[in-house]
């Protein structure tokens, strides 16, 4: 209970938070040409909170934090609702009466108040520093593309494509970038056995496009990254406690097969039902040999599976000399900043239009659901991953915004190119339709996260 809860309170500050910055842009870009702004609106529904200033702009706050506008005098937008609030005594500025290249700033500088909000968050990212996991391998899944490429547990990532691999993130958004593709894969790395440097390929026919990405790319690849492990807790009545197993024991091997990742320790337990082995674990430094007794249970399906009766953790501090540590000065924070935000707005592009394409399924449109189990994850991993969330979701609703779709800033946009063309204002039907149009095409867009998000808790 405690969980959903503070899933819910994430995701609603990372919505105010998005959503405010975007508006505000359009807000204080409307200021700027002296555009009267009626009314600065967080969310959609009854006020919750609403109060004016000393130049007749309402704020308020809506009972559901599912988006914002603001609203200028003379804008005819059909989800704002009605002129109030606008007083006669002074001449107001409306929005019909500034330039069609002043309109189309005020409409750019939601998306744009997206992107440098990006920018901050990355800039802070790198600036309080980050603690990354290094590329090795932890685990091979059977018939991946890894192992098809020749990845064995201890191998370290050096480039994937041709772009250099620093950091497992490195990796995970390079393979990013091949989703949706036909071709192949090619993976650089070096042996973790003997040090050479060697390479593979991967065939890839229409990679990951028409599956719903429920498990981690790296997943889907076919590795888990290298995550060893210690026992944070033995049951009493299991067979690790019968073995002699204590709390703090590092795991090195089962059966006398290496164990370097936690998945990996999960798949050997649980394919080794009423099993006799041993387990080879660290304890204050000394290697030490212990007899396992593997027990066993059914799962739903009646397929028995292993099980010792411990709870198991990462043990991050074998990893120290490993862990790839970033703190830059603020003049290389911000270059950083940029380079990151920009490699995520080309990232996601190229998603937009696979999917577009059907190159990739559409049934990785998240919705409200799905957002807020991302913010709630991300916010109880820590400050630096809820502000890359932020990051994250802020350039989403930039770039969304920009789509040419009747109501978004990008059917803004073409509106204001097409009356720049025509000379004239456009008719005012051609505009009820070319709104309908654009309620329809964002409530089936909805419609669509929705029943992904549903479909994703069935």
């Given at each position: 209970m405690i969980d959903i809860i503070f899933m819910i309170v994430a995701s609603i500050i990372l919505i105010v938070?998005?959503?405010?910055?975007?508006?505000?842009?359009?807000?204080?870009?409307?200021?700027?040409?002296?555009?009267?702004?009626?009314?600065?609106?967080?969310?959609?529904?009854?006020?919750?909170?609403?109060?004016?200033?000393?130049?007749?702009?309402?704020?308020?706050?809506?009972?559901?934090?599912?988006?914002?506008y603001v609203q200028m005098l003379g804008e005819d937008n059909p989800i704002q609702g009605t002129e109030t609030g606008v007083g006669t005594e002074t001449k107001l500025i409306s929005y019909n009466e500034i330039t069609h290249g002043a309109r189309a700033i005020i409409t750019l500088a939601g998306p744009i108040a997206n992107?440098?909000?990006?920018?901050?968050?990355?800039?802070?990212?790198?600036?309080?520093?980050?603690?990354?996991?290094?590329?090795?391998?932890?685990?091979?899944?059977?018939?991946?593309?890894?192992?098809?490429?020749?990845?064995?547990?201890?191998?370290?990532i050096l480039e994937v494509d041709g772009s250099n691999i620093v950091s497992l993130n490195d990796f995970n958004q390079a393979l990013a970038t091949r989703i949706g593709e036909t071709g192949s894969i090619k993976v650089k790395f070096i042996k973790g056995n003997n040090d050479t440097k060697t390479s593979g390929i991967a065939k890839i026919d229409k990679w990951l496009g028409s599956e719903d990405?429920?498990?981690?790319?790296?997943?889907?690849?076919?590795?888990?990254?290298?995550?060893?492990?210690?026992?944070?807790?033995?049951?009493?009545?299991?067979?690790?406690?019968?073995?002699?197993?204590?709390?703090?024991?590092?795991?090195?091997?089962?059966?006398?097969?290496?164990?370097?990742?936690?998945?990996?320790?999960?798949?050997?337990?649980?394919?080794?039902?009423?099993?006799?082995?041993?387990?080879?674990?660290?304890?204050?430094n000394e290697i030490v040999i212990l007899p396992l007794d593997i027990e066993s249970t059914e799962d739903v399906t009646g397929i028995k599976r292993g099980l010792i009766g411990v709870r198991i953790a990462v043990d991050y501090s074998v990893m120290n000399d490993l862990?790839?540590?970033?703190q830059e000065d603020p003049f290389r924070a911000t270059y950083l900043a940029l380079e990151k935000t920009y490699g995520i707005i080309i990232l996601i592009i190229d998603s937009i239009g696979k999917m577009l394409t059907g190159a990739v399924s559409s049934d990785?449109?998240?919705?409200?659901i799905q957002i807020g189990k991302i913010a709630g994850l991300s916010a109880m991993a820590?400050?630096?991953?809820?502000?890359?969330?932020?990051?994250?979701?802020?350039?989403?609703?930039?770039?969304?915004?920009?789509?040419?779709?009747?109501?978004?800033?990008?059917?803004?946009?073409?509106?204001?190119?097409?009356?720049?063309?025509?000379?004239?204002e456009i008719s005012e039907s051609f505009l009820e339709y070319f709104y309908r149009l654009g309620l329809l095409a964002l409530l089936l867009i909805m419609s669509l996260a929705v029943f992904n998000d549903i479909g994703r808790l069935i």
């Open positions: 938070v998005i959503v405010g910055v975007h508006e505000l842009g359009h807000f204080l870009a409307a200021r700027k040409f002296g555009v009267h702004v009626i009314r600065f609106k967080i969310g959609f529904g009854k006020d919750l909170i609403s109060r004016f200033d000393k130049n007749g702009t309402e704020f308020s706050i809506g009972l559901l934090p599912l988006g914002g992107f440098l909000l990006a920018v901050l968050a990355y800039f802070l990212i790198f600036v309080i520093g980050t603690k990354e996991l290094p590329p090795i391998v932890g685990f091979v899944h059977e018939a991946s593309l890894a192992e098809e490429v020749g990845l064995e547990v201890g191998d370290r990405l429920e498990e981690s790319i790296l997943t889907t690849f076919g590795i888990e990254p290298f995550s060893p492990i210690e026992i944070s807790e033995v049951l009493p009545s299991g067979s690790a406690y019968k073995s002699g197993l204590l709390k703090q024991d590092k795991v090195l091997g089962i059966g006398g097969v290496p164990v370097k990742s936690l998945r990996a320790f999960q798949e050997m337990i649980s394919s080794l039902p009423d099993t006799n082995t041993f387990i080879e674990i660290e304890r204050k862990v790839i540590t970033t990785n449109i998240g919705g409200p820590g400050f630096i991953p809820f502000i890359s969330t932020i990051a994250f979701i802020s350039i989403n609703l930039g770039l969304i915004n920009l789509l040419p779709i009747p109501i978004l800033d990008g059917g803004q946009l073409v509106l204001i190119a097409a009356e720049k063309i025509k000379g004239s």
